[in-house]
């Protein structure tokens, strides 16, 4: 079966400090992945999805970049983050075939202070 | 661009009981999906039910169901005998056709069921 885990789940860092979310998918090759933020009252952004290694489209111009080393691999990554990037991110995968339904992982809390 | 309003942002029904969770989407596409996922508490989104836009006959899944009402740009779920389990938030998302499972989601509404 296919699973999928983003670490970590809570962190708690300065403004100014780098940041690096991991999300891994295991269980299926060459799926679709996507980063959203989740904050109160305004439901989930899309930031960015892949649909392959080193592939990348971002959704909304922000403070933060997205990679895709390995197939199954994504990372959310900052240089310097902003207070306005706290928030609860999510990575997903879905089938490259359009389904429409996407698969979570736990969720990251990120604060910056 | 898309979007999706879930006006409610909180609702609460007693175990048993029957609650509708509104959801309205503002789009210029004629072929979409929408959806309505489910975010338990400290647990994963999950995906209750799908709807084709293509087709007229409301989807239904179990305890689950909507309703799709095209010329409206309405898209209600339907929680019939309301559980405990059921104690979650709730969003409703829409996706293009042929756009990559990309979604837009609605801000969610807090479904409480009380015992």
């Known amino acids: 079966s296919q699973t999928i885990h983003q670490w970590p789940a809570t962190l708690v860092q300065p403004v100014g400090s780098p940041l690096s979310l991991e999300c891994t998918v295991e269980?299926?090759?060459?799926?679709?992945l996507y980063w959203y933020r989740q904050a109160a009252g305004r439901g989930l952004q899309l930031l960015f999805y892949?649909?392959?290694?080193?592939?990348i489209s971002s959704e909304v111009p922000q403070n933060l970049s997205a990679s895709r080393p390995q197939d199954r691999q994504f990372i959310l990554s900052s240089k310097k983050l902003l207070l306005s990037d706290s928030g609860f991110y999510l990575c997903a995968w879905s089938y490259q075939r359009e389904a429409g339904e996407l698969f979570f992982g736990e969720g990251s809390r990120l604060t910056v202070l | 661009a898309q979007t999706v309003t879930q006006s409610q942002p909180e609702m609460s029904v007693q175990e048993a009981e029957t609650v509708t969770l509104s959801c309205t989407y503002d789009t210029s596409e004629n072929n979409y999906y929408l959806f309505w996922y489910k975010q338990p508490p400290s647990r994963q989104m999950i995906l209750v039910i799908r709807q084709e836009a293509y087709k007229q006959q409301n989807a239904t899944e179990n305890r689950f169901s909507v309703n799709f009402q095209k010329a409206a740009k309405s898209f209600s779920l339907k929680i019939s005998d309301s559980q405990l389990g059921d104690t979650a938030m709730y969003f409703c998302a829409f996706m293009k056709h042929e756009d990559g499972n990309k979604l837009v989601f609605g801000a969610g509404t807090i479904l409480r069921v009380k015992s």
């Open positions: 269980g299926t090759s060459n799926p679709n």
């Open positions: 892949s649909v392959g290694i080193g592939q």
